[in-house]
Nanobody
Framework: QVQLRESGGGSVQAGSSLRLSCLAS????????MGWFRQAPGKEREGVAR????????VYADSVLHRFFILRDNAKNTLTLQMNNLKPDDTATYYC??????????????????WGQGTLVTVSS
């Protein structure tokens, strides 16, 4: 069955960096667009970053642009989110998800599903 397992969350101070990982199994990883999402307490889940099948096309939410970087390793079925200069507003549970097919055009985060269990990131000021 499809499994997406996130790891790497933790509690850090503002200005710090964290690297999140998502290990995928149960499907052909290099046939899916992949993305990172987050949900803060009391708020709706929002798209953070997405990456095309080849890894050559990425889209970021304005709030994380130039601070977060999404990477994928198709040989290892792994999705990574490098988060730099973290801010208290980045506090949330982070999830990876997949989207059937590729995602090269547009800038949205529609059509993703099969969420992992999430990993909690807490940023203190």
């Amino acid at each position: 069955q499809v499994q997406l397992r996130e790891s790497g969350g933790g509690s850090v101070q503002a200005g710090s960096s964290l690297r999140l990982s998502c290990l995928a199994s149960g499907f052909t990883f290099n046939s899916y667009c992949m993305g990172w999402f987050r949900q803060a307490p009391g708020k709706e889940r929002e798209g953070v970053a997405r990456v095309s099948i080849s890894g050559g096309n990425t889209v970021y939410a304005d709030s994380v642009l130039h601070r977060f970087f999404i990477l994928r390793d198709n040989a290892k079925n792994t999705l990574t989110l490098q988060m730099n200069n973290l801010k208290p507003d980045d506090t949330a549970t982070y999830y990876c998800a997949r989207k059937s097919g590729n995602c090269v055009g547009g800038a949205g985060f529609e059509g993703f599903g099969d969420w992992g269990q999430g990993t909690l990131v807490t940023v203190s000021s």
